[in-house]
């Protein structure tokens, strides 16, 4: 069983930098894909960035290529998603989430999810 802990979300004006955190326990941290899903108001939640076991591999949402950057710590057994040139559009609940093998964007295919963290962003 794996536990994963947001940290890092809170208000910014528009154009400034958040970074995100979550950390892991309870699993071996470099057999998982990880994510980072954020659910706005009133939305279905929907991937924004993904990185494979190794960090070898990247995967972004078109909406956040060129202004987020994913990344892990195998060692610290974290991941973080670096957001820079934030928008309005970006407000939502950030959620970090993990699975076995590959990146998906598809939610219902994660195994473990956090509690999330609140990302607002002030225009």
């Known amino acids: 069983q794996v536990q994963l802990v947001e940290s890092g979300g809170g208000l910014v004006q528009a154009g400034g930098s958040l970074r995100l955190s979550c950390a892991a326990s309870?699993?071996?941290?470099?057999?998982?894909?990880m994510s980072w899903f954020r659910q706005a108001p009133g939305k279905e939640r929907e991937f924004v960035a993904g990185?494979?076991?190794?960090?070898?591999?990247?995967y972004y949402v078109d909406s956040a290529k060129g202004r987020f950057i994913i990344s892990r710590d195998n060692a610290k057994n974290t991941v973080a998603l670096q957001m820079n040139s934030l928008k309005p559009e970006d407000t939502a609940v950030y959620y970090c989430a993990a699975r076995r093998q590959i990146v998906t964007t598809t939610p219902s295919e994660y195994q473990y999810w956090g509690q999330g963290t609140r990302v607002t962003v002030s225009s």
């Open positions: 309870g699993g071996t941290f470099s057999r998982y894909a």
């Open positions: 990185i494979i076991w190794s960090g070898g591999r990247t």
